[in-house]
Every structure is written in structure tokens, then in C-alpha cells.
């Protein structure tokens, strides 16, 4: 179990965290945009420092009792100097504060990036709408996010809409699929199941009843 440390503390930090597997088993680490600068810790391989991937799906990761974490999840669509990032960290003599600065120094987005992945979380009802609101052409936001994030404008636009249908499914109320389905832009019932369960890797039903997603879909993240 674990949970955030700090939050928002500046423009490239999203929050620090903690956690500690408290039995043998598997952890669902579902997509958030978010990238993760990870120490884990056990006893058998000691300290290990590591970048997560941008994830397109659900992640199954095996873990024993008594492996330990700590991360620094990162902004979304920032692009990071791993190799002297990794190189420039000592675990043994630094604090969350000297790594949150060595993190800023050699990470960064674009202000349009982030005015493009601000926009395409904003409910926007396509691509095309969002090349329009931003004052370019569908080509140039193609281009401008494979380039800067490393994935398209309908990968961001498709993991915001599909985490803001999760989280309102994850709330315990009383609205059908239906209902969530169509206030949250898809097509039908079955538009929307089939987006969880490919983002996911859930029915909606199941999503419902799993505390563990509910909790990391109220995390910090994209979306």
C-alpha cells in the first residue's frame, strides 16, 4: 500500500510517491500519460533506479512482499535525458529535493505541447476541432506531438476520454453504461466498453468493483 508524498510541486513534477508491496502477488499499473522516474527496492537486488515506459495498456507487474517503491511521475508530454539523468542521481546522498531538481534540469515540454495536450483533454469533440482551436493545421499536431511526446493526437485525446469514463464509472453511482457512455462522447454502450477493456484491460463492470484501478484512476495523471 502507499500513496503521494507531495504534489504539484512544480512545472515538471506531478507528485512523488511511495508504496510497499505488502504481499506476494501482481499490481495493475494502468496508463496514465505519465512517465515515472521509479527506485524499487528488495532484498535480494537491493536499490535499482529506472524510467517506466509511456504505457498504451494496462501493465501486469509481478512483485514480492517487501518490495519497495518510490517515484517522481513526471508531466505529461515532457521529454527526458534519461541517460544523464540517470547518471547524475546518487541514492545513497541525495533527498527528494536535490532529485526534483536534478528532474527539472533535464526534462522539459514545449509551451505548445502543453497548450496542445491541455486542449485535447478538454472534452474536444475531435482532432480536427482541436487543430482549429489551436490555430493549426491537423498535419502540424500530428508532427508537433509525435515529435514531442512520441505519440499522435488521437493517442492523448482517446486516454483522456477514456480515464474521465472510468473515473465517473469508478464513483458508485447509479448512472448505466449508457449514460456514462454518452456523456463522455462515445458512440454507444459497446464504443465505450470496448475502449475500457483495450485501455484497460477490464469490463466496465469489473472496473466498478476493482478498488485498486478505481484508485490509481484518482491519481495524478492525464486527464
Known sequence: MGGAIRRDMDENILSVWQSTAESNGKFYVIPDGCR??????????????????????????????????????????LQINEKDLLASISLDSMDIDDISSILCDLSYRTGAVAEALDCLSSDIKGISHAASELGVSQRTLQRMLVKGTSRPPVYWM???????????????????????????????????????????????TTLRNSSSICRQLNDVGYG
Open 36 to 77: 515515472d522516474l521509479i527506485m524499487r527496492s528488495t532484498v535480494e537486488e537491493g536499490e535499482k533506479l529506472f524510467f517506466s515506459p509511456l504505457f498504451d495498456q494496462t501493465h501486469v507487474l509481478s512483485v514480492k512482499a517487501g518490495t519497495k517503491f518510490m517515484g517522481f511521475r513526471m508531466r505529461p508530454g
Open 158 to 204: 482517446m486516454l483522456s476520454r477514456v480515464r474521465k469514463a472510468a473515473r465517473t464509472l469508478g464513483l458508485g453511482n447509479s448512472l448505466s453504461l449508457a449514460e456514462v457512455a454518452d456523456r463522455h462522447g462515445y458512440a454507444d454502450q459497446s464504443h465505450m466498453t470496448r475502449e475500457i477493456k483495450r485501455w484497460l484491460g477490464v469490463s466496465p
